[in-house]
């Protein structure tokens, strides 16, 4: 790798030297408590996809270029110089982990990897070896954020098939108004993915709640997260929360998507409106009345996946299950549970990437939960552990239904 370069890796790891990350840098005793908390490692036991395995590749890096040590002596100890194929080593731990933070929870002292490998991502961005597919879908989503005017006729031209569908589906003599777009005051914001099946599902239970909503123009999902780059992921962050300024909104209701929801909830510092899970929201109508479902509508076995992003980091744990528990006469937990449960190997943004090998593979310990509990219908409430759990699904044959958690809901409304 050429000197300058080099440089200017070099000052890309200074930048995110912070006290914590040097605190979990340095404090880690490789005691090998978190190897096999990992259900990459469960699936594919090689030291690289352990937890420490994958975050020795960046310690050995800043060992090299900011220790004495490593300076001083750089033929001792495991102190590796950047070159290509370190950076090959830092694409492969950064770019399987999903981010789910389960190793932290098994950690003496709660190092968080997810946190360490941002410094592998920031050093693939600028070395420019990060996920084509991730680089691509954060700036198809920047673009869309600096031309939304372009967007907006060919989104408005979708909204009235869907809601004709909304219409069909609550039995309603008229299709207007009810996905309503820039609602100027309106008491939600709801922002979606891309698929119309985001929208639907969720404008059913909108409307069957009587919510004065209005949809957002932008997708929740933030692809500047998953590739690790803190300016996309900020800018395409902001386009929400400009827009919902802007509306003058009281309440950001993001879909099923587990990360689109921590980012506002918990990443972006204080803002001017309440962030709310979907989830959370149909609890609520759920326990004010404002909606009904038909109680105990779901007679075969049905288990619930606790999406990493929306349970064990944000602590979105019962009222998922409050809500199945409802709707299903023969619930049964996963084991291990809550915070300790299983990742299906999907989250980080792994789904948009060409590995399906792999995430078969690594999706084993989700595979093996789902057999042990007998349920024909697996639920969860995130769009890429949706796409993951019919990847392990098909991978392995399981004889299970996945299916999201809003949509459950809005096919059985007491309407
Ligand atoms: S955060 Fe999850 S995927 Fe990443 S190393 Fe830890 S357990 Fe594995
Ligand atoms: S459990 Fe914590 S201290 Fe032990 S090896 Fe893993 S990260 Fe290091």
Redesign the pocket.
Known sequence: MEKEKIRELKSLIASRLTRPMRYYLD?????????DTCHAYYGIPKKEYS??GR?EVVRRAVKKHFRPSGRLFPYWGDATALDERVMDEMKEAAFSCTGCRR?MM????G?D?PYILGIAKVLLIGYGNAPEELVMLADAAVEKGKSIDEFKEGFLSVIGDMELEVQKRLGLPSADGLIPMEKKNADVLFVGLSGAHSIIHPAVIFNAAKENWTLSFFEAVNFGMFAGDPEKMQFIADRVVNEAKALGVKEVVIVECGTAYRIPKFLLGPLPFKVTSIVEKIHQYLAENRIRMKDGAIAEPLTYHDPCQLGRNAGVFDEPREILARLASDYREMSPTREYNWCCGGGGGLVALDNEEFRIKSGKAKKDQIDATGAKIVVSACENCILQLNTIKDGYGLDVEVRSLSELVAERLAV
Not at 27 to 35: A, D, H, K, P
Not at 106 to 109: D, E, N, V
């Open positions: 404090t880690c005793t490789r005691c090998g408590l978190c190897y937890p420490v975050a190793c098994y950690c003496p002292f190092i990897m």
